[in-house]
């Protein structure tokens, strides 16, 4: 009993869970590659995705928005930088917070219902039944929601980013007496056409991050109840430090210039 139980704690710590889902995400390209695909099951996870996140990151993206614009904007008003205050939001709030922040929550919405299913199906004995059909749960379970969130959650971001932009063009307005012309003309001058390629592709990311993180703690969870809960919770915090840790990167890669 002692052994089992010392077995089974291993196979549910994070590291080996955190193995477990790079495994997963090396078996979800071989998998796409040999264009083994349930279109319709895409198209009904990116329809139960998409409504049920939207709300969450439109309210969060546009508060945030008007937030980050009070801050910047009474320090630079203060100096009398008033048409670099658009440019300072598009700098941040454009290239890093729009992605993050859409990215949790639907790591929060989405990530967390993908290991709860899948964990209850695991411990109900249903993927043993998918095996037994002669289907593989992969191609079944994993793959159409790894491609749903990797088309959902770059569409989010740009509702995130047009939502974040009108809340810092209203708190400009109505707390700075910044006109919306000149906080977008700002917002134009300092963006690139590029940046929108950089954050579709973190959308992109951070999508597939958080599909394979969700479908891998499902997919490794064990025992009842409980642990389909526990393994919910902890694909959420995966999700969020991994999106942090390869935001990190993708900045340093993308935006930082090497100093000769």
Not at 86 to 107: N, Q, Y
């Amino acid at each position: 009993m002692i052994k089992l139980q010392s077995k089974t704690n291993f196979e549910q710590s994070w590291i080996v869970r955190c193995f477990a889902a790079i495994l997963l995400f090396g078996q979800v390209w071989l998998h796409l590659l040999q264009g083994k695909t349930y279109y319709r099951k895409i198209l009904q996870h990116m329809v139960t995705a998409g409504p049920n996140s939207i709300s969450p990151v439109l309210l969060v993206s546009g508060f945030a928005g008007m937030i980050f614009t009070i801050q910047i904007a009474r320090e630079l008003v203060r100096f009398g930088a008033v048409n670099t205050v658009g440019g300072a939001f598009a700098l941040a709030f454009c290239r890093e917070l729009a992605p993050i922040l859409t990215a949790s929550i639907m790591a929060g919405q989405v990530g967390s219902a993908f290991a709860a299913e899948i964990g209850a199906m695991r411990v109900t004995e249903q993927i043993d039944a998918l095996y037994m059909l002669k289907t593989d749960p992969i191609d079944y379970l994993v793959l159409p929601r790894v491609i749903a969130c990797c088309l959902i959650v770059p569409l989010m971001t740009i509702f995130a980013l047009v939502t974040g932009i009108i809340g810092g063009v209203f708190a400009a307005s109505k707390f700075y007496k910044i006109i919306p012309e000149t906080f977008l003309e700002s917002v134009r001058n300092f963006l690139e056409p590029s940046d929108l390629f950089i954050i579709l592709l973190k959308g992109f990311i951070f999508g597939v991050l958080i599909a394979v993180i969700g479908c891998s703690w499902g997919l490794t969870t064990k025992g009842g109840a409980k642990e389909v809960g526990e393994s919910a919770t902890k694909a959420v915090v995966t999700s969020w430090v991994s999106i942090f840790i390869m935001d990190f990167f993708l900045s340093l890669l993308l935006f930082e210039q090497p100093i000769f």
